[in-house]
């Protein structure tokens, strides 16, 4: 059981750029989500996804897109990268979206973005 | 949302008990509070949760204020593998899908 599975680990990316930060659960979990987590703070939430087929936004979701074709995947889009969204970003899942369901996270992918 | 409030950073001995306080003075009755733990290097870990009564795991204990607007996780003996960010968190029962971190307690645990 792997769990959440985040990849790549780090990824160096230059201003305007685009690429795809990739989430997978294999725990049936209908819930995941994405956070961003800057040097000294806390997360905060980008997107979620209540299932396959629905997602929301969190509490900076500009700059970020992300669908959710599959239970088991979640990934994240940057358009166009931006030195602001230098960060690490983590992944996370639960078996629904509740008070009771406990998040379960990936390790990060570390992004720089020159 | 109704935000909670912890302290930047503490201190413990090993082996000692550790009581981490957060303060969520605004909190509703529909919030359930959380805690997670985050260490080095590592995303975050869910450690326990409770609504209006003390709770107890194998991690840790929670200790609930009688009128809710504040709690304490209680390590029993802390280990330096217990060095880590401490993130207290409420989750509303009709809105708990956005669910929002703060900064933390740093907790540094000296052998």
């Known amino acids: 059981n792997a769990g959440v599975t985040q990849t790549p680990k780090f990824q160096v990316l230059k201003t305007g750029q685009s690429m795809t930060l990739q989430c997978a659960q294999d725990m049936n979990h209908e819930y995941m989500s994405w956070y961003r987590q800057d040097p000294g703070m806390g997360l905060r939430l980008i997107h979620y996804s209540v299932g396959a087929g629905i997602t929301d936004q969190g509490e900076v979701p500009n700059g970020y897109n992300v669908s959710r074709s599959t239970t088991e995947d979640f990934p994240l889009r940057l358009l166009s990268a931006a030195p602001s969204q230098t960060s690490v970003y983590f992944c996370?899942?639960?078996?629904?979206?509740?008070?009771?369901?406990?998040?379960?996270f990936g390790n990060g992918t570390r992004l720089t973005v020159t | 949302d109704a935000k909670t409030t912890q302290p930047n950073s503490m201190e413990s001995n090993e082996e000692e008990p550790v009581h981490l306080p957060c303060n969520h003075s605004?909190?509703?009755?529909?919030?359930?509070i959380h805690w997670y733990r985050q260490l080095p290097s590592q995303g975050p870990e869910y450690v326990i949760h409770?609504?209006?009564s003390n709770v107890n795991n194998r991690m840790a204990s929670l200790a609930i204020a009688e009128d809710r607007k504040s709690s304490t996780l209680i390590l029993h003996r802390a280990t330096l593998r217990d060095a880590a960010v401490y993130y207290c968190i409420l989750r509303d029962v009709y809105n708990n899908n956005d669910m929002r971190f703060g900064a933390g307690t740093r907790l540094t645990v000296k052998p």
């Open positions: 996370a899942s639960s078996y629904e979206g509740t008070k009771y369901s406990p998040l379960h």
């Open positions: 605004t909190i509703s009755g529909t919030d359930y």
């Open positions: 409770g609504l209006t």
